[in-house]
């Protein structure tokens, strides 16, 4: 029989559940990438993630090349409608049936149910593999038959389930014989990015190395400082994370490669280890309420929060428009929205500072500081996004209390210590005090002009006063109060 192997956020050959199977159960097989216009034509014309994609798609073709063994044997790019060039190509292919990975997210769903709908018709299959995750939508349910929406029992089961079958490789080299050459009408090489209509957006001016080689030289490099992770990954001017968030959203590298090797780890009381391991927990979990609870998308996960008055209006415009610039007044914050706007990466830490910030510093709705992120993160991850939102907003299950208000100078005192973050992105503080440089605003006069600071003009005043914002704050929350 034949076989279509459909990469999507997966493109990588090693521990490749889909084309594992595909090998394993057909006599011939095809792979194919679609730049799909349905989610292409919603992106600005220069977009790192186009870019990461292309240079990986490059990669993964001359991956595929080898493995077959034939120059012709590569993979199959199309740029069009998903929906309408897979079952299209599975035509023309005479394929028996396309395999490709769960994708739980709402459109991708959308997406998928209508690609299985059109290859029925045609007599085709769709087969579907978990891939993205180690447990997925139902697998992991609490006594009561329900999905966790808590935390730690949530993370206490995956430990407890968790077992050397769920992390283990599909190998794909003993079968890749079954790799054929692709038809001639169907040859042509990965397209240019100018081809796809976009322009370049700067990605080889970023430390993110490309494709499957890129992950693996991300994880090499994270392993000879994994036992720091613990007591680094707090600070954002220490290159404490793994950096690997974009690598995963892409399926650049395995999720179970990296759960096997921070479990044997942890396994050995490495605790650096243990809690990277938690971190991609945190992403399972994040996975499963999308899965289970598709309405976050649009919704406050706790439906009391779709109460709460935001700000609206001219003046809350001003305010995001600020935040979006890093104009803020507040340098960490500001710091972090220019880490975001020039890089696309954003700390963990300063995430949850910034999405605090937005939420309970200026009152806004947590739904536009997502939907900035989505534009702008390089690992832009709907479930996670929408998690961390709600996480910071409070609305999100088992979030951070609405009265747990995070103090963004303190933050910056505790996290930015010597200000070495924020000198690195706002350089026109860099000659501040840094006791200083956590509030200018309570500079001494001397400091500022010893350091060129002129408040107003080389450097914003604070958008609002954090004592009097988290007054409002806990008035505009009270409308939950009872929901807790
Ligand atoms: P590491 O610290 O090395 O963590 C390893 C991996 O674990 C990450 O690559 C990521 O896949 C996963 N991970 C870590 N923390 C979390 C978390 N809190 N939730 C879910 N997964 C996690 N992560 C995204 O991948 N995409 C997003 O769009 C995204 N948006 C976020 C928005 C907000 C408001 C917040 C607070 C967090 C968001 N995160 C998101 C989670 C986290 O900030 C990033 O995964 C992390 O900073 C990526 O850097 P890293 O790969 O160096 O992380």
Redesign the pocket.
Known sequence: SIGLVWFRRDLRVQDHPALHHALCQCAQVHCVFVFDTDILDTLPRADRRVEFIQASLRELDQQLRTLSGQAAGGLIVRHGSARTEIPALAQALEADAVFTHHDDEPAALARDAEVRTALILQRRAMHTFQDHSIFERTELLTQGGTPYTVFTPYKNAWLRRVDAARLADHPVQPYAQALVPRPASYCQPVPSLAELGFAPAGLAQLRLPTGSSGAQQLFDD?LQRIHH?ATA?DFPALK??????TH??FGTISIRQLARTAHALASQGNAGAAS?LN??I??D??FQILANYPQVVQRSFKPAYDAIEWETGPQAQAQFAAWCQGRTGYPLVDAAMHQLNQTG????RL??VV?SFLTKDLGLDWRW?ERY??QQ?N???LA??N???Q??SSSGCDAQPYFRIFNPVSQSQKFDPDGKFIRRYIPQLAHLPTAALHAPWLARPLELEQAGVVLGHTYPWPLVQHDAARLRTLARYAVVKAAG
Do not use: I
């Not at 990466?345 to 963990?348: A, C, G, I, Q, T």
């Open positions: 994270f992770y990954r404490g994370p793994s950096y690997l968030s995963l959203r990277w971190e991609l945190w992403r979990f994040y990466y954003m700390h963990n995430r949850m999405a500081g992120f989505a993160l690992d832009f991850d996670a996004n998690g961390g939102w996480w910071a």
